[in-house]
């Protein structure tokens, strides 16, 4: 994570100061979503004060492995099949149909609509798991595998 190794969380704490109990400090500056806010709210304010062509290097240098991995990998099937409706304006949502078992063991049947219509079925130990299996069988429906 980028944020990370730019050390944003030890930065923020030692700019905190003493106005916050170090426990929770400790928290807040360890917390991914902390840093991550961070990094996306310094990113803005230098193109807000500067404007994209004099950051843009220094933005492509600090995401480059990651870029060519967004790239070259599926991130999931959930987030590919968004992109490919997003290309037609058509949305996805998830629905739970069933939840099996005790809290301990769980099973989740989900499906994924599209525009209403049911595209695929997942089942799994977790409603994400489910919700990847149907958006998997979905994407099949939608863009079947090339031969």
């Known amino acids: ?3 990370k190794e730019l050390q944003l969380g030890r930065r923020l704490g030692e700019a905190a100061g003493n106005g916050i109990p170090a ?4 928290r807040i500056v360890r917390s991914r979503n902390v840093v991550a806010a961070l990094l996306e709210a ?3 304010a230098l193109y807000l004060e500067h404007g994209f062509e004099p950051i843009e290097p220094a933005i492509v240098e600090a995401f480059a492995s990651r870029i060519e991995e967004a790239r070259t990998t599926t991130i999931d099937h959930k987030t590919e099949l968004q992109e490919v409706l997003a290309r037609t304006g058509r949305q996805v ?3 739970v149909l069933e939840v099996e078992g005790p809290p ?3 099973r989740f049947l989900c499906a994924a609509l599209v525009d209403g219509e049911e595209l695929g079925r997942g089942e799994g130990r977790s409603k994400k798991a489910a919700e990847q299996e149907a958006a998997e069988q979905a994407l ?3 863009v079947p595998a090339e031969d």
């Open 1 to 3: 994570m980028v944020g």
């Open 104 to 106: 301990h063991e769980r």
């Open 42 to 44: 310094a990113i803005a």
């Open 140 to 142: 099949e429906k939608l």
């Open 23 to 26: 426990d929770e400090l400790q």
């Open 93 to 95: 949502s998830y629905s």
